[in-house]
């Protein structure tokens, strides 16, 4: 996997990154073993930048990044993350 510079940041980062967007469950059922093994196929080809945010899938993608990589001991690839504008939640939401 080649690697560049991120910007000005200092830190060197993959130039395939993974947008986790889907892991939130926001299109469709994704269970935590799923999400788990895509992050764990993502690293070990060679990804080593992780976007996310707090409205993919309410936090959920956020909570599958930290259980990943809990679970897959001494990665530590550059987390990408941001804020989102959350609508009114319906209450059978």
């Given at each position: 996997?080649?690697?560049?510079?991120?910007?000005?940041?200092?830190?060197?980062?993959?130039?395939?990154?993974?947008?986790?967007w889907q892991l939130?469950?926001?299109?469709?059922?994704?269970?935590a073993d799923e999400a788990g093994r895509v992050i764990a196929s993502s690293l070990e080809s060679g990804v080593t930048f992780l976007d996310t945010a707090?409205?993919?899938?309410?936090?959920?993608?956020?909570?599958?990044i930290r259980d990943a990589l809990e679970d897959h001991g001494g990665a530590r690839p550059f987390v990408a993350t941001k804020m989102?504008?959350?609508?009114?939640?319906?209450?059978?939401?």
């Open positions: 996997m080649e690697i560049r510079p991120l910007g000005s940041t200092g830190a060197d980062v993959s130039v395939i990154g993974l947008g986790t939130g469950a926001d299109w469709g059922e994704v269970t707090d409205v993919y899938g309410d936090g959920r993608s956020e909570s599958i989102g504008r959350r609508a009114p939640q319906e209450p059978e939401n």
